[in-house]
Nanobody, 118 residues
Framework: QVRLVESGGGLVQAGGSLRLSCTVS?????????MGWYRQAPGKQRELVMS???????AYSDSVKGRFTISRDNAKDTVYLQMDSLKPEDTAVYYC???????????WGQGTQVTVSS
């Protein structure tokens, strides 16, 4: 059974930093073509924040360009999201996603709350 567990969320002041971690159990992260972070703010749809492919290619929302960095450590089965220069509009529940484009498998974590105060 594949399980994704996020950690690292919390309350931070605007301009601060947080690092989110997503640890995968039940399958190596290497088996997933794409690992990503999504977020959902109250009253809004879930949106892509950043994703990283198996070969390191990244995709991101323009709203986080230059401030967030995604990385994956397949040896630790963990994906990270480094968030710098945080803004109040970054406040949301952040979800980790693991996708296998060949099999169509798609897994989600339970989410971690990030709150940025002004």
């Amino acid at each position: 059974q594949v399980r994704l567990v996020e950690s690292g969320g919390g309350l931070v002041q605007a301009g601060g930093s947080l690092r989110l971690s997503c640890t995968v159990s039940g399958r190596s992260t290497f088996r997933f073509n794409r690992m990503g972070w999504y977020r959902q703010a109250p009253g809004k749809q879930r949106e892509l924040v950043m994703s990283i492919s198996r070969d390191g290619n990244t995709a991101y929302s323009d709203s986080v360009k230059g401030r967030f960095t995604i990385s994956r450590d397949n040896a630790k089965d963990t994906v990270y999201l480094q968030m710098d220069s945080l803004k109040p509009e970054d406040t949301a529940v952040y979800y980790c996603n693991a996708a296998s484009l060949v099999s169509g498998d798609d897994y989600w974590g339970q989410g971690t709350q990030v709150t940025v105060s002004s």
